[in-house]
């Protein structure tokens, strides 16, 4: 008993530490209390209690529920991926793939709490994350099934005929799939890194912008996919919209390419209030709106690569898909060449990865400096007390000749007149006022 009742008390202090700080005093009054129930079961039963109360106190069932759920969706992933050949070139560079991935999307989440703290309280960054990761292992997934069919050599006949056409002689060098594999996972660490820090607590990034930026992400990504389903090559490209059929989906895509970010960016600065920055609002919005396009393009090009590549690994298993995209049923040899030029297209969905977001920062970049870039960093209103280069200095009040502003011409004869009369004498000609008088007037001065 006596042991029971140390382990509890162990689990409990254990327990205790994932309690916010801002409850933790609670959590430890609470354990301290055992002390006062009398020895045995019913100190057990407390310490049991308390651990129970703790636990949902600290949020631990959702953190444990949220780890059960990616173990399994790593495990299915996993399983996947081992079932291909060994001597296929391209499965131990997937089974390399799953090992990694996973290592990232576990170390990258604990960096980013240490780092940028925990995730946004807010419903859009929870499914932000649980979105991205959930994305990221799912294409991993798909382009495991993509590469072991582009890589699976036939045994004869004209489907061999057919690879070595497509595929060359032979399955390509090691060193290719090796070099992909590594740019596919510095792609994928950016990808994560950025989504956990838009959605930590330290980000700058509020919710809205979060909104914004995820949806103009998803429309563009629908439409780039609906224009290349299967890739970007001519043979892989619009089976469902052959000819011209699919231009005007094509001018849409590079539309929204180069418009969405600069229009979600625009967006997001205008409905951003500025309430809790200590940056200048003008600042502030621009911050605001380059977030919301560069994760227009990262979402949208994340949302097309998952798309396509799961649509080429799914079309080598389903006839209803390959029916669907062609229209028709298709001889085995001409779906089988259809499948493997898609599966070797599909590398130009990574380069979209690459690209998109450099495209979405850079253009939603030029469209807040153009927007609010003038009254971040130009010079201040000198009515509001700003700063700026200094004004011209004041013109000097000219010699003698102010001191008659506003006066008549009839005045200033009357004053010459009394001048004259009343202050002849030596030294009056010294005297500013008299002298200005007498020139405005065209009289002399110091003489009767």
């Known amino acids: 008993m006596g042991r029971l009742s140390r382990a509890a008390a162990a689990v409990g202090r254990g327990a205790a530490r994932l309690v916010p700080a801002g409850r933790r ?44 759920l990616f173990a399994v969706a790593v495990a299915f992933v996993a399983s996947r991926a081992w079932r291909g050949s060994s001597a296929n070139a391209a499965t131990l560079v997937d089974r390399v793939d799953v090992i990694t991935t996973v290592l990232l999307l576990a170390g990258l989440a604990l960096l980013a709490r240490r780092f940028f703290g925990p995730a946004r309280d807010s419903r859009m960054a929870r499914l932000l994350r649980v ?90 990504g629908v439409v780039i ?35 969405a970010p600069v229009a979600a960016a625009l967006v997001a600065g205008r409905r951003y209030s500025g309430s809790g920055s200590s940056l200048p609002l003008a600042d502030a919005k621009m911050r605001q709106g380059i977030a919301a396009g560069l994760l227009a393009n990262l979402v949208g090009a994340l949302f097309v690569t998952l798309l396509g590549t799961g649509t080429i690994a799914l079309m080598s298993k389903a006839a209803w898909l390959r029916h669907w995209l062609y229209g028709q049923h298709l001889l085995g040899a001409v779906a089988y060449s259809h499948e493997l030029t898609a599966s070797t297209d599909a590398v130009a969905y990574f380069l979209i990865c690459l690209t998109f977001p450099m495209i979405g920062f850079g253009l939603s970049a030029l469209g807040v400096v153009g927007a609010w870039g003038n009254s971040a960093t130009g010079p201040a209103d000198p009515r509001r007390g700003g700063g700026g280069p200094p004004g011209p200095e004041p013109a000097p009040d000219p010699p003698d000749g102010s001191l008659l502003a506003g006066v008549t011409d009839d005045e200033i004869g009357l004053a010459v007149s009394l001048l004259s009369l009343h202050l002849q004498g030596p030294g009056i000609e010294q005297d500013p006022i008299a002298v200005g008088l007498a020139d405005a007037a065209g009289q002399p001065v110091g003489t009767r």
């Open 25 to 68: 005093d609670w959590a430890e009054a609470v354990w301290a209390e055992a002390h006062e129930v009398s020895p045995g079961l019913r100190r057990l039963a407390w310490r049991a209690g308390g651990v129970r109360l703790i636990a949902r106190e600290a949020l631990i069932a959702r953190r444990i529920g949220s780890a059960m």
């Open 131 to 220: 979105g991205g990761y959930a994305a990221i292992l799912a294409l991993m997934l798909a382009k495991a099934s993509v590469e072991q069919f582009a890589d699976a050599v036939p045994q004869g006949g004209v489907y061999l005929r057919l690879y070595r056409d497509i595929q060359g002689n032979g399955s390509p060098a090691s060193l290719y799939h090796w070099f992909g594999e590594i740019l596919f996972l510095v792609i994928m660490a950016g990808y994560v890194a950025a989504i956990l820090w838009l959605t930590s607590r330290r980000s700058p990034v509020v919710p809205a912008t979060l909104a914004i930026g995820t949806g103009a992400g998803i429309v563009l």
């Open 225 to 259: 996919y609906a224009v290349a389903p299967l890739g970007l090559s001519e043979s892989a490209t619009n089976p469902w919209l052959p000819g011209s059929g699919v231009d005007p989906l094509v001018a849409l895509a590079w539309m929204l390419l180069l418009g």
